[in-house]
């Protein structure tokens, strides 16, 4: 499973570290993801990094702004998001894809079977 952390009330032009510590599973196996989703919207794959080597993928509307990194002797996966803007909000869940370890942009959330319960960040003035 895994346990994420981090999330919050945030301003705009403000700053978030994100954890996804997982617990079954290593982080130097696997790409290990995160994802977001807002209300109304579907979910939207936003950073990897593979488990091999971390070679790291973000998603377009992403990049710039959020460095996904591991520490693998904490099994912790981290995403630090700056410049948040008010599109940033949304649940953010981490997910392991068991069937890659490296990724593979687009991220696809059918590809993921093990899921966090998601933190919430909001970005508001």
């Known amino acids: 499973q895994f346990v994420e952390s981090g999330g919050g009330l945030v301003q705009p032009g403000g700053s978030l570290r994100l954890s996804c510590t997982a617990s079954?599973?290593?982080?130097?196996?696997?790409?290990i993801s995160w994802f977001r989703q807002a209300p109304g919207k579907e979910r939207e794959g936003v950073s990897c990094?593979?488990?091999?080597?971390?070679?790291?993928y973000y998603a377009d509307s992403v990049k710039g702004r959020f460095t996904i990194s591991k520490d693998n002797a904490e099994n912790t996966v981290y995403l630090q998001i700056n410049s948040l803007k008010p599109e940033d909000t949304a649940v953010y869940f981490c997910?392991?894809?068991?069937?890659?370890?490296?990724?593979?942009?687009?991220?696809?959330?059918?590809?993921?079977?093990?899921w966090g319960q998601g933190t919430q960040v909001a970005v508001s003035a």
């Open positions: 990094i593979s488990g091999m080597d971390s070679y790291t």
């Open positions: 079954g599973f290593f982080t130097d196996v696997n790409a």
């Open positions: 997910a392991i894809n068991l069937t890659r370890r490296r990724c593979v942009g687009p991220l696809l959330d059918y590809e993921y079977v093990y």
